[in-house]
Protein backbone atom coordinates (compact mmCIF):
# COMPACT_ATOMS: atom_id res chain seq x y z
CA UNK A 1 0.00 0.00 0.00
CA UNK A 2 1.44 3.51 -0.95
CA UNK A 3 -0.05 6.36 -0.03
CA UNK A 4 -1.03 8.85 -2.68
CA UNK A 5 -1.48 12.77 -1.98
CA UNK A 6 -5.37 14.24 -1.67
CA UNK A 7 -7.01 15.41 -4.89
CA UNK A 8 -5.79 18.61 -6.59
CA UNK A 9 -8.70 18.52 -8.98
CA UNK A 10 -10.46 21.81 -8.47
CA UNK A 11 -12.76 24.07 -10.43
CA UNK A 12 -9.63 25.88 -11.79
CA UNK A 13 -7.86 22.90 -13.42
CA UNK A 14 -11.06 21.69 -14.80
CA UNK A 15 -11.16 25.66 -16.56
CA UNK A 16 -7.13 24.94 -17.64
CA UNK A 17 -8.17 21.16 -18.86
CA UNK A 18 -11.33 22.87 -20.54
CA UNK A 19 -9.52 25.32 -22.34
CA UNK A 20 -6.44 22.91 -22.99
CA UNK A 21 -9.15 20.65 -25.04
CA UNK A 22 -10.75 23.62 -26.68
CA UNK A 23 -7.43 24.31 -28.01
CA UNK A 24 -6.05 21.23 -29.24
CA UNK A 25 -6.33 21.27 -32.98
CA UNK A 26 -5.23 24.64 -32.68
CA UNK A 27 -1.89 25.18 -35.06
CA UNK A 28 0.66 25.58 -32.59
CA UNK A 29 3.26 25.89 -35.96
CA UNK A 30 6.58 24.44 -35.92
CA UNK A 31 7.95 22.70 -32.45
CA UNK A 32 11.10 23.16 -30.94
CA UNK A 33 13.62 20.85 -32.04
CA UNK A 34 15.46 20.84 -29.05
CA UNK A 35 13.08 20.83 -26.76
CA UNK A 36 11.74 17.50 -29.01
CA UNK A 37 14.61 15.80 -28.74
CA UNK A 38 14.54 15.91 -24.64
CA UNK A 39 10.57 14.81 -24.94
CA UNK A 40 11.55 12.12 -27.47
CA UNK A 41 13.60 10.85 -24.47
CA UNK A 42 10.69 11.16 -22.12
CA UNK A 43 8.49 9.56 -24.33
CA UNK A 44 10.20 6.80 -25.37
CA UNK A 45 11.57 5.67 -21.34
CA UNK A 46 7.40 5.71 -20.52
CA UNK A 47 6.79 3.52 -23.47
CA UNK A 48 9.53 0.89 -21.94
CA UNK A 49 8.21 1.67 -18.59
CA UNK A 50 4.41 0.32 -19.32
CA UNK A 51 5.72 -2.39 -21.82
CA UNK A 52 7.55 -3.51 -19.08
CA UNK A 53 4.55 -3.20 -16.73
CA UNK A 54 7.02 -1.08 -14.03
CA UNK A 55 4.03 0.32 -13.18
CA UNK A 56 4.90 2.06 -9.67
CA UNK A 57 8.33 3.36 -11.85
CA UNK A 58 6.11 4.62 -14.23
CA UNK A 59 3.71 6.61 -11.51
CA UNK A 60 7.12 8.25 -9.89
CA UNK A 61 7.71 9.84 -13.61
CA UNK A 62 4.47 12.04 -12.90
CA UNK A 63 4.58 15.35 -10.69
CA UNK A 64 2.30 15.10 -7.37
CA UNK A 65 -0.08 17.53 -9.13
CA UNK A 66 -0.53 15.41 -12.22
CA UNK A 67 -3.34 14.64 -14.49
CA UNK A 68 -3.94 11.58 -16.61
CA UNK A 69 -7.11 11.82 -18.95
CA UNK A 70 -8.40 9.42 -21.58
CA UNK A 71 -11.42 11.69 -22.23
CA UNK A 72 -14.09 10.44 -24.85
CA UNK A 73 -15.30 13.88 -26.43
CA UNK A 74 -11.33 15.25 -27.33
CA UNK A 75 -12.64 18.55 -27.27
CA UNK A 76 -15.04 18.83 -24.55
CA UNK A 77 -15.38 19.63 -20.62
CA UNK A 78 -14.87 16.93 -18.15
CA UNK A 79 -17.21 18.74 -16.03
CA UNK A 80 -19.70 18.56 -18.44
CA UNK A 81 -18.88 15.31 -19.95
CA UNK A 82 -17.49 12.12 -18.68
CA UNK A 83 -14.55 10.11 -19.91
CA UNK A 84 -12.96 7.01 -19.84
CA UNK A 85 -11.23 8.42 -16.83
CA UNK A 86 -10.05 11.35 -15.89
CA UNK A 87 -7.10 10.39 -12.89
CA UNK A 88 -5.35 12.39 -10.20
CA UNK A 89 -2.31 10.97 -9.04
CA UNK A 90 -4.57 9.22 -6.13
CA UNK A 91 -6.67 7.24 -8.86
CA UNK A 92 -4.03 6.62 -11.17
CA UNK A 93 -2.36 4.53 -7.98
CA UNK A 94 -5.63 2.62 -7.58
CA UNK A 95 -5.36 1.53 -11.18
CA UNK A 96 -1.75 0.31 -10.22
CA UNK A 97 -3.15 -1.15 -7.02
CA UNK A 98 -5.98 -3.24 -8.33
CA UNK A 99 -3.60 -4.65 -10.77
CA UNK A 100 -1.14 -5.64 -8.03
CA UNK A 101 -3.70 -7.52 -5.87
CA UNK A 102 -3.61 -10.04 -8.52
CA UNK A 103 -7.33 -10.37 -8.91
CA UNK A 104 -7.73 -8.26 -11.91
CA UNK A 105 -9.44 -11.02 -13.79
CA UNK A 106 -8.74 -8.55 -17.28
CA UNK A 107 -5.32 -8.51 -16.99
CA UNK A 108 -5.49 -12.18 -16.17
CA UNK A 109 -3.52 -13.10 -18.23
CA UNK A 110 -1.56 -9.84 -18.41
CA UNK A 111 -1.68 -7.58 -21.71
CA UNK A 112 1.77 -7.88 -23.77
CA UNK A 113 1.84 -4.43 -25.42
CA UNK A 114 4.47 -2.89 -27.85
CA UNK A 115 3.66 0.93 -27.98
CA UNK A 116 4.82 3.09 -31.07
CA UNK A 117 5.48 6.23 -30.43
CA UNK A 118 5.75 8.52 -33.32
CA UNK A 119 5.60 12.33 -35.00
CA UNK A 120 6.84 13.84 -31.89
CA UNK A 121 6.75 17.50 -31.05
CA UNK A 122 7.54 19.98 -28.40
CA UNK A 123 6.84 23.83 -27.60
CA UNK A 124 7.73 25.81 -25.05
CA UNK A 125 4.74 26.89 -22.26
CA UNK A 126 4.66 29.85 -20.69
CA UNK A 127 4.94 28.52 -17.00
CA UNK A 128 8.25 26.92 -18.32
CA UNK A 129 6.75 23.22 -18.45
CA UNK A 130 6.82 21.88 -22.72
CA UNK A 131 4.11 21.09 -24.63
CA UNK A 132 4.64 17.60 -26.39
CA UNK A 133 2.40 16.24 -29.38
CA UNK A 134 2.76 12.50 -30.67
CA UNK A 135 0.99 9.81 -32.05
CA UNK A 136 0.91 6.66 -30.59
CA UNK A 137 -0.07 2.71 -31.72
CA UNK A 138 -0.22 0.85 -28.57
CA UNK A 139 -0.31 -3.00 -30.08
CA UNK A 140 -2.04 -5.32 -26.82
CA UNK A 141 -1.70 -9.16 -27.29
CA UNK A 142 -3.95 -11.12 -25.01
CA UNK A 143 -6.06 -14.46 -24.62
CA UNK A 144 -5.61 -14.97 -28.87
CA UNK A 145 -5.78 -11.48 -30.20
CA UNK A 146 -4.05 -8.24 -31.57
CA UNK A 147 -5.86 -5.79 -30.43
CA UNK A 148 -4.26 -1.67 -31.69
CA UNK A 149 -5.21 1.36 -29.77
CA UNK A 150 -4.64 4.10 -32.00
CA UNK A 151 -4.10 7.82 -30.51
CA UNK A 152 -3.31 11.25 -30.24
CA UNK A 153 -1.22 11.87 -26.78
CA UNK A 154 -0.64 15.14 -25.57
CA UNK A 155 1.53 15.48 -22.57
CA UNK A 156 2.43 18.73 -20.23
CA UNK A 157 6.10 17.91 -19.07
CA UNK A 158 7.59 19.91 -16.12
CA UNK A 159 11.61 20.10 -15.61
CA UNK A 160 12.77 19.06 -11.99
CA UNK A 161 15.95 19.85 -11.43
CA UNK A 162 17.79 18.12 -14.21
CA UNK A 163 14.86 15.40 -14.04
CA UNK A 164 12.00 15.69 -16.20
CA UNK A 165 8.06 14.58 -14.75
CA UNK A 166 4.88 14.31 -16.66
CA UNK A 167 2.38 16.65 -15.64
CA UNK A 168 -0.53 15.79 -18.11
CA UNK A 169 -0.68 13.27 -19.93
CA UNK A 170 -4.31 13.06 -22.28
CA UNK A 171 -4.62 10.26 -24.50
CA UNK A 172 -7.05 11.09 -27.81
CA UNK A 173 -8.13 7.72 -29.33
CA UNK A 174 -9.09 8.08 -32.52
CA UNK A 175 -11.98 5.69 -32.07
CA UNK A 176 -12.94 7.05 -28.81
CA UNK A 177 -16.39 7.69 -29.25
CA UNK A 178 -16.92 4.23 -31.52
CA UNK A 179 -17.22 0.40 -30.30
CA UNK A 180 -14.36 0.51 -28.07
CA UNK A 181 -12.56 -3.10 -26.50
CA UNK A 182 -12.15 -3.06 -23.05
CA UNK A 183 -8.48 -1.94 -21.70
CA UNK A 184 -7.46 -3.08 -18.10
CA UNK A 185 -3.50 -2.16 -19.04
CA UNK A 186 -2.29 1.70 -18.69
CA UNK A 187 -2.89 2.81 -21.90
CA UNK B 1 -36.66 -24.60 -35.48
CA UNK B 2 -35.91 -26.29 -32.07
CA UNK B 3 -38.99 -26.69 -29.53
CA UNK B 4 -37.76 -23.31 -27.31
CA UNK B 5 -39.82 -24.73 -24.22
CA UNK B 6 -37.49 -27.83 -24.02
CA UNK B 7 -34.60 -25.49 -23.56
CA UNK B 8 -35.39 -23.80 -20.46
CA UNK B 9 -36.14 -25.85 -17.08
CA UNK B 10 -37.27 -24.18 -13.94
CA UNK B 11 -33.39 -24.11 -12.58
CA UNK B 12 -31.27 -24.18 -16.06
CA UNK B 13 -31.23 -23.05 -19.66
CA UNK B 14 -29.62 -24.75 -22.26
CA UNK B 15 -26.43 -23.28 -23.90
CA UNK B 16 -28.07 -23.03 -27.39
CA UNK B 17 -29.65 -19.97 -26.24
CA UNK B 18 -26.33 -18.56 -26.14
CA UNK B 19 -24.59 -19.97 -29.26
CA UNK B 20 -26.97 -20.62 -31.90
CA UNK B 21 -27.64 -18.12 -34.99
CA UNK B 22 -31.00 -18.97 -35.65
CA UNK B 23 -32.42 -18.53 -31.69
CA UNK B 24 -30.47 -15.02 -32.25
CA UNK B 25 -32.61 -14.27 -34.76
CA UNK B 26 -35.75 -15.11 -33.64
CA UNK B 27 -34.67 -13.17 -30.49
CA UNK B 28 -34.53 -10.00 -32.73
CA UNK B 29 -38.11 -10.58 -34.00
CA UNK B 30 -39.69 -11.96 -31.21
CA UNK B 31 -37.86 -9.90 -28.16
CA UNK B 32 -36.27 -7.00 -29.53
CA UNK B 33 -39.29 -6.21 -32.72
CA UNK B 34 -42.32 -8.09 -30.08
CA UNK B 35 -42.51 -5.76 -26.99
CA UNK B 36 -41.16 -2.59 -25.97
CA UNK B 37 -37.69 -1.70 -26.15
CA UNK B 38 -36.06 1.64 -24.35
CA UNK B 39 -34.77 3.68 -27.31
CA UNK B 40 -33.53 6.70 -25.75
CA UNK B 41 -34.02 9.60 -23.14
CA UNK B 42 -36.63 12.53 -24.04
CA UNK B 43 -33.33 14.81 -22.83
CA UNK B 44 -31.84 13.37 -26.21
CA UNK B 45 -34.43 14.98 -28.60
CA UNK B 46 -35.78 17.95 -26.04
CA UNK B 47 -36.42 20.50 -29.08
CA UNK B 48 -38.66 20.31 -31.46
CA UNK B 49 -36.90 18.80 -34.73
CA UNK B 50 -34.24 17.16 -32.73
CA UNK B 51 -33.12 13.75 -33.79
CA UNK B 52 -31.03 10.84 -32.57
CA UNK B 53 -29.94 7.78 -34.11
CA UNK B 54 -30.89 4.45 -32.25
CA UNK B 55 -31.24 0.84 -32.25
CA UNK B 56 -34.14 -1.59 -32.06
CA UNK B 57 -32.03 -4.32 -31.65
CA UNK B 58 -30.09 -4.88 -34.88
CA UNK B 59 -32.57 -2.22 -36.83
CA UNK B 60 -31.14 1.41 -37.26
CA UNK B 61 -33.78 4.04 -35.97
CA UNK B 62 -34.09 7.71 -36.67
CA UNK B 63 -35.96 8.64 -33.25
CA UNK B 64 -37.41 12.27 -34.41
CA UNK B 65 -39.58 15.02 -32.67
CA UNK B 66 -41.62 16.82 -34.92
CA UNK B 67 -42.06 20.64 -35.08
CA UNK B 68 -45.15 19.70 -33.21
CA UNK B 69 -43.45 17.75 -29.97
CA UNK B 70 -44.52 14.52 -31.58
CA UNK B 71 -41.36 11.76 -31.70
CA UNK B 72 -41.37 9.48 -34.21
CA UNK B 73 -39.13 5.90 -34.79
CA UNK B 74 -38.36 6.00 -38.15
CA UNK B 75 -36.54 2.99 -39.39
CA UNK B 76 -33.20 4.37 -41.28
CA UNK B 77 -33.87 3.06 -44.36
CA UNK B 78 -34.60 4.53 -47.33
CA UNK B 79 -37.61 3.72 -49.63
CA UNK B 80 -35.93 3.66 -52.93
CA UNK B 81 -32.64 1.55 -52.02
CA UNK B 82 -32.34 1.16 -48.94
CA UNK B 83 -29.49 3.25 -47.98
CA UNK B 84 -29.34 4.93 -44.47
CA UNK B 85 -30.62 8.63 -44.66
CA UNK B 86 -29.56 10.04 -41.40
CA UNK B 87 -25.84 9.34 -40.56
CA UNK B 88 -25.41 11.57 -37.67
CA UNK B 89 -25.47 10.81 -34.15
CA UNK B 90 -28.00 13.19 -33.25
CA UNK B 91 -28.74 16.98 -34.31
CA UNK B 92 -31.62 19.06 -35.48
CA UNK B 93 -33.16 18.63 -38.73
CA UNK B 94 -36.90 19.14 -40.46
CA UNK B 95 -36.11 16.79 -43.44
CA UNK B 96 -33.68 13.76 -44.31
CA UNK B 97 -32.23 13.41 -47.55
CA UNK B 98 -30.69 10.65 -48.95
CA UNK B 99 -27.20 10.68 -49.91
CA UNK B 100 -27.65 8.50 -53.18
CA UNK B 101 -30.36 9.59 -55.03
CA UNK B 102 -31.93 12.73 -53.29
CA UNK B 103 -35.32 11.12 -52.22
CA UNK B 104 -36.31 13.37 -49.12
CA UNK B 105 -38.48 12.70 -46.22
CA UNK B 106 -39.79 14.76 -43.23
CA UNK B 107 -38.85 14.09 -39.89
CA UNK B 108 -42.58 12.46 -39.83
CA UNK B 109 -41.40 10.72 -41.68
CA UNK B 110 -43.35 11.32 -45.38
CA UNK B 111 -41.39 11.17 -48.35
CA UNK B 112 -41.68 15.25 -49.36
CA UNK B 113 -39.62 15.33 -52.64
CA UNK B 114 -38.29 12.57 -55.78
CA UNK B 115 -35.82 14.38 -57.86
CA UNK B 116 -36.47 14.34 -61.59
CA UNK B 117 -39.73 13.05 -60.95
CA UNK B 118 -40.57 12.03 -64.75
CA UNK B 119 -40.53 8.37 -65.41
CA UNK B 120 -41.95 7.35 -62.54
CA UNK B 121 -45.00 4.39 -63.32
CA UNK B 122 -48.01 6.97 -63.69
CA UNK B 123 -49.59 5.19 -60.24
CA UNK B 124 -46.57 5.95 -58.41
CA UNK B 125 -47.44 8.03 -54.97
CA UNK B 126 -45.33 9.65 -52.90
CA UNK B 127 -47.01 8.60 -49.76
CA UNK B 128 -47.12 5.24 -50.63
CA UNK B 129 -42.73 5.46 -49.91
CA UNK B 130 -42.79 7.37 -46.99
CA UNK B 131 -39.94 6.22 -44.03
CA UNK B 132 -40.81 2.79 -42.55
CA UNK B 133 -41.87 3.76 -38.75
CA UNK B 134 -42.56 2.14 -34.94
CA UNK B 135 -46.27 1.56 -34.87
CA UNK B 136 -45.85 2.46 -31.18
CA UNK B 137 -43.53 4.89 -29.14
CA UNK B 138 -44.14 5.18 -25.49
CA UNK B 139 -43.00 7.03 -22.94
CA UNK B 140 -42.18 6.76 -19.00
CA UNK B 141 -40.69 9.60 -16.82
CA UNK B 142 -38.39 10.73 -19.93
CA UNK B 143 -37.50 6.94 -20.82
CA UNK B 144 -38.62 6.36 -24.38
CA UNK B 145 -39.73 3.10 -25.79
CA UNK B 146 -40.60 1.90 -29.15
CA UNK B 147 -42.36 -1.50 -30.42
CA UNK B 148 -42.96 -3.32 -33.62
CA UNK B 149 -45.50 -4.71 -32.13
CA UNK B 150 -48.97 -3.05 -33.21
CA UNK B 151 -50.87 -3.95 -30.26
CA UNK B 152 -48.83 -4.06 -26.85
CA UNK B 153 -49.85 -3.85 -24.16
CA UNK B 154 -49.80 -0.19 -22.30
CA UNK B 155 -45.88 0.31 -21.02
CA UNK B 156 -46.92 1.50 -17.46
CA UNK B 157 -48.80 -2.37 -17.71
CA UNK B 158 -45.22 -3.35 -18.89
CA UNK B 159 -43.17 -2.15 -16.41
CA UNK B 160 -45.66 -2.86 -13.51
CA UNK B 161 -43.59 -2.98 -10.28
CA UNK B 162 -40.70 -1.56 -12.31
CA UNK B 163 -42.61 1.76 -12.71
CA UNK B 164 -42.42 2.99 -9.03
CA UNK B 165 -38.47 2.02 -8.75
CA UNK B 166 -38.05 4.52 -12.06
CA UNK B 167 -39.64 6.97 -10.33
CA UNK B 168 -36.89 6.27 -7.25
CA UNK B 169 -34.12 6.80 -9.51
CA UNK B 170 -35.12 9.81 -11.38
CA UNK B 171 -36.39 11.73 -7.97
CA UNK B 172 -33.24 11.89 -6.52
CA UNK B 173 -32.92 14.86 -8.92
CA UNK B 174 -34.48 17.99 -7.27
CA UNK B 175 -36.95 18.37 -10.41
CA UNK B 176 -37.61 14.97 -10.96
CA UNK B 177 -35.98 14.66 -14.37
CA UNK B 178 -32.47 13.35 -15.16
CA UNK B 179 -30.06 14.71 -18.12
CA UNK B 180 -28.35 12.58 -20.43
CA UNK B 181 -24.18 13.43 -21.02
CA UNK B 182 -22.31 11.69 -23.48
CA UNK B 183 -22.22 8.08 -23.83
CA UNK B 184 -19.67 5.87 -24.00
CA UNK B 185 -19.91 2.44 -26.59
CA UNK B 186 -18.13 -0.38 -24.99
CA UNK B 187 -18.43 -4.37 -27.22
CA UNK B 188 -17.93 -7.71 -25.79
CA UNK B 189 -17.43 -10.87 -27.64
CA UNK B 190 -20.61 -12.70 -26.04
CA UNK B 191 -24.14 -13.23 -26.07
CA UNK B 192 -25.99 -10.01 -24.72
CA UNK B 193 -28.11 -12.37 -22.40
CA UNK B 194 -24.74 -12.62 -20.15
CA UNK B 195 -24.91 -8.63 -20.19
CA UNK B 196 -28.80 -9.21 -18.29
CA UNK B 197 -27.75 -12.44 -16.73
CA UNK B 198 -25.26 -10.41 -14.82
CA UNK B 199 -27.62 -7.43 -14.03
CA UNK B 200 -29.64 -9.78 -11.30
CA UNK B 201 -26.81 -11.07 -10.15
CA UNK B 202 -26.03 -10.13 -6.75
CA UNK B 203 -23.50 -13.10 -6.23
CA UNK B 204 -20.21 -12.22 -8.73
CA UNK B 205 -19.45 -9.46 -7.24
CA UNK B 206 -17.72 -10.98 -4.30
CA UNK B 207 -15.66 -13.22 -6.66
CA UNK B 208 -15.81 -11.28 -10.24
CA UNK B 209 -14.51 -7.96 -8.49
CA UNK B 210 -12.45 -9.18 -5.88
CA UNK B 211 -9.97 -6.67 -7.18
CA UNK B 212 -12.41 -3.79 -6.23
CA UNK B 213 -12.95 -4.83 -3.17
CA UNK B 214 -9.62 -5.55 -1.92
CA UNK B 215 -8.09 -2.86 -3.23
CA UNK B 216 -10.72 -0.42 -1.64
CA UNK B 217 -10.12 -2.03 1.63
CA UNK B 218 -5.85 -2.38 1.80
CA UNK B 219 -5.55 1.54 0.29
CA UNK B 220 -8.60 3.69 1.45
CA UNK B 221 -10.24 1.85 4.52
CA UNK B 222 -13.29 1.37 6.51
CA UNK B 223 -16.68 0.59 4.44
CA UNK B 224 -15.76 1.91 0.79
CA UNK B 225 -17.63 1.18 -2.40
CA UNK B 226 -18.48 -2.90 -2.95
CA UNK B 227 -17.69 -3.66 0.46
CA UNK B 228 -20.89 -4.64 1.64
CA UNK B 229 -19.79 -7.88 -1.12
CA UNK B 230 -16.61 -8.61 1.01
CA UNK B 231 -17.79 -11.59 3.06
CA UNK B 232 -21.60 -13.42 2.49
CA UNK B 233 -23.38 -10.81 1.10
CA UNK B 234 -27.09 -12.80 2.16
CA UNK B 235 -25.50 -11.44 5.49
CA UNK B 236 -26.29 -8.04 5.35
CA UNK B 237 -29.58 -7.83 3.86
CA UNK B 238 -29.25 -7.07 0.35
CA UNK B 239 -31.59 -8.41 -2.38
CA UNK B 240 -32.72 -9.51 -5.48
CA UNK B 241 -36.18 -9.35 -7.15
CA UNK B 242 -37.71 -10.52 -10.50
CA UNK B 243 -40.38 -8.20 -10.88
CA UNK B 244 -42.14 -9.91 -13.63
CA UNK B 245 -41.72 -9.36 -17.59
CA UNK B 246 -38.21 -9.41 -17.48
CA UNK B 247 -37.56 -6.45 -15.20
CA UNK B 248 -35.19 -7.49 -12.28
CA UNK B 249 -33.74 -5.30 -9.54
CA UNK B 250 -31.11 -5.70 -7.00
CA UNK B 251 -30.74 -3.84 -4.00
CA UNK B 252 -27.27 -3.28 -2.65
CA UNK B 253 -28.96 0.09 0.18
CA UNK B 254 -29.62 -2.85 3.25
CA UNK B 255 -25.56 -3.35 2.94
CA UNK B 256 -24.03 0.15 3.58
CA UNK B 257 -22.97 0.36 7.04
CA UNK B 258 -23.48 4.56 6.16
CA UNK B 259 -24.57 7.07 3.85
CA UNK B 260 -24.09 6.90 0.21
CA UNK B 261 -21.32 9.85 0.29
CA UNK B 262 -19.50 8.16 3.27
CA UNK B 263 -18.99 4.52 1.01
CA UNK B 264 -17.92 7.03 -1.39
CA UNK B 265 -14.91 5.54 -2.29
CA UNK B 266 -12.45 8.57 -2.71
CA UNK B 267 -12.47 9.92 -6.81
CA UNK B 268 -10.63 12.82 -8.31
CA UNK B 269 -11.83 16.46 -6.76
CA UNK B 270 -13.57 14.89 -3.93
CA UNK B 271 -12.18 16.57 -1.29
CA UNK B 272 -12.83 20.31 -2.98
CA UNK B 273 -15.77 19.84 -4.45
CA UNK B 274 -17.00 18.29 -0.44
CA UNK B 275 -15.67 21.39 1.15
CA UNK B 276 -17.21 23.64 -1.14
CA UNK B 277 -20.95 21.63 -0.75
CA UNK B 278 -20.48 22.00 2.60
CA UNK B 279 -19.38 26.10 2.77
CA UNK B 280 -22.09 26.73 0.59
CA UNK B 281 -25.39 24.61 1.92
CA UNK B 282 -24.61 24.25 5.69
CA UNK B 283 -26.86 21.75 7.32
CA UNK B 284 -28.29 20.64 3.81
CA UNK B 285 -24.80 19.80 2.78
CA UNK B 286 -25.07 16.21 3.42
CA UNK B 287 -28.02 15.68 1.34
CA UNK B 288 -26.78 17.57 -1.57
CA UNK B 289 -23.56 15.02 -1.40
CA UNK B 290 -26.14 12.02 -1.20
CA UNK B 291 -26.96 13.22 -4.75
CA UNK B 292 -23.33 12.52 -6.19
CA UNK B 293 -22.91 8.67 -5.68
CA UNK B 294 -24.61 6.19 -7.44
CA UNK B 295 -28.50 5.05 -6.63
CA UNK B 296 -26.89 1.86 -5.46
CA UNK B 297 -29.82 -0.18 -6.51
CA UNK B 298 -29.37 -2.15 -10.43
CA UNK B 299 -33.22 -2.23 -12.14
CA UNK B 300 -33.06 -3.78 -15.23
CA UNK B 301 -36.01 -3.16 -17.74
CA UNK B 302 -36.19 -6.15 -20.21
CA UNK B 303 -34.92 -6.25 -22.80
CA UNK B 304 -31.77 -3.83 -23.15
CA UNK B 305 -31.72 -0.77 -20.42
CA UNK B 306 -29.98 -1.55 -17.11
CA UNK B 307 -30.26 1.38 -14.61
CA UNK B 308 -27.26 1.19 -12.08
CA UNK B 309 -25.18 3.73 -10.08
CA UNK B 310 -25.93 7.15 -12.26
CA UNK B 311 -25.89 5.46 -15.67
CA UNK B 312 -28.52 4.39 -18.34
CA UNK B 313 -27.04 1.52 -20.25
CA UNK B 314 -28.67 -0.62 -22.91
CA UNK B 315 -27.28 -3.68 -24.65
CA UNK B 316 -27.35 -3.77 -28.46
CA UNK B 317 -27.01 -6.73 -29.61
CA UNK B 318 -24.85 -7.15 -32.52
CA UNK B 319 -24.75 -11.09 -33.59
CA UNK B 320 -24.93 -14.35 -31.76
CA UNK B 321 -21.61 -13.77 -29.62
CA UNK B 322 -20.88 -9.71 -30.12
CA UNK B 323 -22.63 -7.65 -27.69
CA UNK B 324 -22.38 -3.49 -27.61
CA UNK B 325 -23.07 -1.88 -24.16
CA UNK B 326 -23.42 1.96 -24.84
CA UNK B 327 -23.76 3.85 -21.32
CA UNK B 328 -24.72 7.58 -20.64
CA UNK B 329 -24.46 9.14 -17.47
CA UNK B 330 -27.33 10.63 -15.90
CA UNK B 331 -27.11 14.31 -14.31
CA UNK B 332 -29.60 15.41 -11.71
CA UNK B 333 -31.47 18.54 -12.91
CA UNK B 334 -31.96 21.23 -10.66
CA UNK B 335 -28.87 19.85 -8.72
CA UNK B 336 -25.94 22.50 -7.74
CA UNK B 337 -23.06 21.79 -10.49
CA UNK B 338 -20.78 20.77 -8.46
CA UNK B 339 -22.99 17.79 -7.76
CA UNK B 340 -23.62 17.24 -11.38
CA UNK B 341 -19.54 17.85 -12.12
CA UNK B 342 -18.43 14.91 -9.21
CA UNK B 343 -21.14 12.82 -11.22
CA UNK B 344 -18.79 12.72 -13.78
CA UNK B 345 -15.73 11.15 -12.36
CA UNK B 346 -18.41 8.70 -10.18
CA UNK B 347 -19.26 7.60 -13.18
CA UNK B 348 -15.58 6.77 -14.71
CA UNK B 349 -14.71 5.19 -11.51
CA UNK B 350 -16.20 1.34 -11.51
CA UNK B 351 -16.24 1.65 -14.67
CA UNK B 352 -13.17 1.69 -15.60
CA UNK B 353 -11.90 -0.07 -12.65
CA UNK B 354 -14.22 -2.64 -12.34
CA UNK B 355 -16.45 -3.53 -15.50
CA UNK B 356 -13.70 -4.82 -17.29
CA UNK B 357 -13.28 -7.84 -15.19
CA UNK B 358 -17.44 -8.41 -16.07
CA UNK B 359 -16.65 -7.98 -19.81
CA UNK B 360 -13.68 -10.65 -19.50
CA UNK B 361 -15.90 -12.94 -17.92
CA UNK B 362 -18.67 -12.62 -20.66
CA UNK B 363 -16.09 -13.89 -22.49
CA UNK B 364 -14.77 -16.63 -20.58
CA UNK B 365 -18.66 -17.60 -20.63
CA UNK B 366 -19.14 -17.80 -24.39
CA UNK B 367 -16.19 -19.61 -24.85
CA UNK B 368 -17.15 -21.72 -22.17
CA UNK B 369 -20.83 -22.18 -23.76
CA UNK B 370 -18.76 -23.57 -27.01
CA UNK B 371 -18.66 -26.76 -25.61
CA UNK B 372 -21.45 -28.80 -26.96
CA UNK B 373 -21.20 -32.12 -25.12
CA UNK B 374 -22.06 -29.86 -21.67
CA UNK B 375 -25.22 -28.59 -22.45
CA UNK B 376 -26.94 -26.71 -19.36
CA UNK B 377 -26.45 -23.41 -17.48
CA UNK B 378 -27.46 -23.42 -13.92
CA UNK B 379 -29.44 -20.50 -12.27
CA UNK B 380 -31.11 -22.93 -9.38
CA UNK B 381 -29.77 -21.04 -6.50
CA UNK B 382 -32.78 -20.34 -3.98
CA UNK B 383 -35.25 -22.20 -6.09
CA UNK B 384 -38.22 -23.51 -3.81
CA UNK B 385 -35.77 -21.61 -0.80
CA UNK B 386 -38.09 -20.65 2.34
CA UNK B 387 -36.13 -17.40 2.41
CA UNK B 388 -38.20 -16.40 -1.04
CA UNK B 389 -41.20 -14.26 -0.36
CA UNK B 390 -43.81 -13.33 -3.15
CA UNK B 391 -45.58 -9.72 -2.55
CA UNK B 392 -49.19 -8.99 -3.91
CA UNK B 393 -48.15 -7.56 -7.04
CA UNK B 394 -46.15 -10.83 -7.42
CA UNK B 395 -42.91 -9.38 -6.87
CA UNK B 396 -40.53 -12.33 -6.09
CA UNK B 397 -37.52 -11.37 -3.30
CA UNK B 398 -34.95 -13.44 -2.73
CA UNK B 399 -31.33 -12.79 -0.54
CA UNK B 400 -29.14 -11.15 -3.03
CA UNK B 401 -27.07 -13.90 -4.48
CA UNK B 402 -30.21 -16.15 -5.16
CA UNK B 403 -30.69 -16.44 -8.59
CA UNK B 404 -34.47 -15.79 -8.82
CA UNK B 405 -34.37 -12.46 -10.64
CA UNK B 406 -32.50 -14.90 -13.56
CA UNK B 407 -35.22 -17.38 -13.61
CA UNK B 408 -37.51 -14.37 -13.78
CA UNK B 409 -36.46 -13.09 -16.98
CA UNK B 410 -35.52 -16.33 -18.72
CA UNK B 411 -39.66 -17.07 -18.32
CA UNK B 412 -40.57 -14.08 -19.81
CA UNK B 413 -38.01 -14.33 -22.49
CA UNK B 414 -39.31 -18.08 -23.12
CA UNK B 415 -43.04 -16.76 -23.22
CA UNK B 416 -42.01 -13.70 -25.20
CA UNK B 417 -40.31 -16.29 -27.79
CA UNK B 418 -43.20 -18.32 -28.58
CA UNK B 419 -45.88 -15.64 -28.70
CA UNK B 420 -47.61 -15.10 -31.38
CA UNK B 421 -46.83 -11.58 -32.05
CA UNK B 422 -47.56 -9.93 -34.97
CA UNK B 423 -44.94 -7.14 -36.30
CA UNK B 424 -46.35 -4.23 -38.30
CA UNK B 425 -44.61 -1.12 -39.81
CA UNK B 426 -46.06 1.82 -40.77
CA UNK B 427 -45.45 3.02 -44.15
CA UNK B 428 -47.76 6.18 -44.07
CA UNK B 429 -50.64 7.06 -42.70
CA UNK B 430 -52.80 4.96 -44.49
CA UNK B 431 -50.77 2.23 -45.19
CA UNK B 432 -50.01 -0.19 -41.90
CA UNK B 433 -48.04 -3.34 -43.31
CA UNK B 434 -47.79 -6.42 -41.19
CA UNK B 435 -44.43 -7.81 -41.16
CA UNK B 436 -44.37 -12.02 -42.10
CA UNK B 437 -42.45 -14.30 -39.81
Known sequence: MTAEPPSVVDDGLYERLAQFASTRRADAGPSDPSLRAEAELVLYHEARLLDDRHYRTWLDRFTDDCIYWIPLDLEGDPRQQVSFFLDDRRRMGDRIGLLETGWMHAQNPPSRTCRVVSNVEAWPLENGDTLVRCTVVTWEYRRDQLTPFV????????????????????????????????????? | MTDLSALVEPHRVHRSIYVEPDIFAKEMEKIFGGTWVYLAHESQVAEPNDFLTVRLGHRPVILTRDADGQLHGLLNRCA????????????????????????????RGDLVNVPFADGYPVDFDKSDYGL??????????????GTLNPDPSSLLDWLGPAAPLIDEFVDRSPTGRIELRNRQRMIYRGNWKLAWDNAGDGMHPTFAHRSFVLHNENQHGGER??????????????YGEDLGNGHMFVDQRPGLTGSFWETQRPVPGHEWYADRIESEYGDSSADVLEMAPGSMVNLSIFPNLLIKGNHLETIDPISVDETRLCTWVATAEGAPDEVNVMRMRIAEDFPSLGNPDDLELFERCQEGLGVSEVEWVDM????????????????????????????????????????DTKRVVV???SVKREVAG
Open chain 1, 151 to 187: SRNDYELAAMGDEWRIRKKIVGLVDSVGDVRKFAFIL
Open chain 2, 80 to 107: HRAATVCNEECGSAKNFQCSYHGWTYSN
Open chain 2, 132 to 145: SQLPSIGTYRGLIF
Open chain 2, 225 to 238: SLSQFKSNPDDTGM
Open chain 2, 380 to 419: SKGLGHPSEQVSAEGVRRGPVTHEGPMRGYIRAWLELMEA
Open chain 2, 427 to 429: DSE
